[in-house]
């Protein structure tokens, strides 16, 4: 069982920058690939970035590769989402989520390959 807490949200100006953390308890963090997803109002939940459970392999939706970045630090159990560049389009409640047992290479990128979600926190870019 892994349990997420994100943490980090909040308003920013367009431009601006946030960093959003996701911290895990259990001890199946080290063998879970994590992703972030995020889910504007009125719009379905969309994937956001990917990283093996090592954090050798990571993966952007191209809305916001080159201004994101994510990482982990398994010693932390945390995960994290680096925000640069913030767009009023990057507005939404964005969750972390567990791909319990990914130990390959192998990227995931649909919700349903996912097994445990955070409860969210919210992103507001105002332009």
């Known amino acids: 069982q892994v349990q997420l807490v994100e943490s980090g949200g909040g308003l920013v100006q367009a431009g601006g920058s946030l960093r959003l953390s996701c911290a895990a308890s259990?001890?199946?963090?080290?063998?879970?690939?994590m992703g972030w997803f995020r889910q504007a109002p009125g719009k379905e939940r969309e994937f956001v970035a990917f990283?093996?459970?090592?954090?050798?392999?990571?993966y952007y939706a191209d809305s916001v590769k080159g201004r994101f970045t994510i990482s982990r630090d398994n010693a932390k159990n945390t995960v994290y989402l680096r925000m640069n560049s913030l767009k009023p389009e990057d507005t939404g409640v964005y969750y972390c989520?567990?791909?319990?047992?990914?130990?390959?290479?192998?990227?995931?990128?649909?919700?349903?390959?996912?097994?445990?979600w955070g409860q969210g926190t919210q992103v507001t870019v105002s332009s």
């Open positions: 990283i093996s459970w090592s954090g050798g392999v990571t």
């Open positions: 989520a567990a791909d319990h047992l990914n130990v390959g290479v192998a990227v995931t990128t649909s919700s349903n390959d996912y097994d445990y």
């Open positions: 259990g001890r199946t963090f080290s063998s879970s690939a």
